[in-house]
C-alpha cells in the first residue's frame, strides 16, 4: 500500500510539472526533459506512467475536467455557476488548470486530441444542466446539449481573452458578466433570482474547500455558512 501511494504522489507531481511546461511553452515547444527537471524525477520514474509527451498532454486535459469538484447545492444551477467561478480562479494560479487550459485552446499540433477535452467538458456541464432540468430550473426551451455546448466554447473564448490582457487576473468578474447576460435565457425567473453570481464566489469556495471539504456552501444561506466554517477551524 505505501509504494501504491507513492506512485500516487509521483504520478501527479509529474503532471502538475508537465502541466506547467505546458502552460508556459505550449504543447509543441514543451519537452521531457524539462517536465524530468521541473518534477525532479528519473526518466525511468516518469515512462512508468507516461508512454510520451502526448500521453502526458492528454493526462493533464483529462485531470482539467476531473479536478473540479464543489459542494452539492439545493439550487443545481448554482452549482453549475459554481463550477465556473471555481475553475475561473483557480485558472489565475493553478498550473494544473493553466497548464490544461493553454493545450485545449492553443492553435499548433495536430497531434495532440484536444477533442477529448472539449467533449468531457460538455458532458460535465451537461450533467449539471439535465438534473436542473429534473428538478424544475429550467425554462421548457432550453436544449441542453446545445446549451451545454455554447457554455463550453464561451468560456474557452472568455478565459482566452482574460488571458491576453490580463493574465486571468479578470477572468471571474468576466465569466459572472457572461452568467447575467445568459442565464436569464435559460432559468426559470424563481431560480434566476436566487442565484449568487458574485465574482468573488469562486475564491471564496476555493477556500472552503481547501479548509473544510465537508461544509456545503448554499447561496441562500451563505452567511450561515461562514460563520459554521469559523466556528468549526477556530
Not at 482574460?162 to 471571474?172: E, F, I, K, R, W
Request: charged share 25%; aromatic share 6%.
Amino acid at each position: 500500500m505505501p509504494q501504491q501511494d507513492r506512485a500516487i504522489r509521483t504520478r501527479r507531481v509529474i503532471l502538475e510539472a508537465a502541466a506547467s511546461v505546458f502552460d508556459e511553452r505550449g504543447y509543441d515547444r514543451a519537452t521531457i526533459a524539462e517536465v524530468l527537471e521541473r518534477a525532479g524525477v528519473t526518466k525511468g520514474a516518469l515512462y512508468f506512467h507516461f508512454a510520451s509527451k502526448e500521453q502526458l498532454a492528454l493526462a493533464v486535459l483529462e485531470e482539467h475536467v476531473t479536478d473540479i469538484a464543489v459542494h452539492p447545492q439545493k439550487i443545481k444551477l448554482q452549482e453549475f455557476v459554481d463550477s465556473g467561478q471555481v475553475l475561473a480562479f483557480r485558472l489565475r494560479s493553478d498550473p494544473m488548470q493553466r497548464g490544461a487550459a493553454r493545450l485545449a485552446v492553443e492553435q499548433g499540433s495536430n497531434h495532440l486530441g484536444r477533442k477529448r477535452s472539449m467533449l468531457s467538458w460538455t458532458v460535465f456541464v451537461e450533467g449539471l444542466l439535465n438534473e436542473a432540468r429534473a428538478r424544475g430550473e429550467l425554462l421548457d426551451s432550453v436544449v441542453v446539449r446545445d446549451t451545454a455546448e455554447l457554455f463550453v466554447g464561451a468560456f474557452a473564448g472568455i478565459q482566452m481573452m482574460s488571458q491576453a490582457l490580463t493574465n486571468q487576473a479578470d477572468l471571474c468578474y468576466r465569466l459572472t458578466v457572461f452568467f447575467q447576460h445568459t442565464l436569464p435565457s435559460i432559468a426559470v425567473p424563481a431560480i434566476l433570482t436566487r442565484l449568487d453570481l458574485d465574482p468573488g464566489r469562486g475564491e471564496h469556495l476555493e477556500n472552503v474547500l481547501q479548509r473544510r471539504p465537508s461544509v456545503s456552501i448554499d447561496a441562500d444561506d451563505d452567511a450561515d455558512a461562514d460563520d459554521e466554517v469559523d466556528v468549526a477551524v477556530g
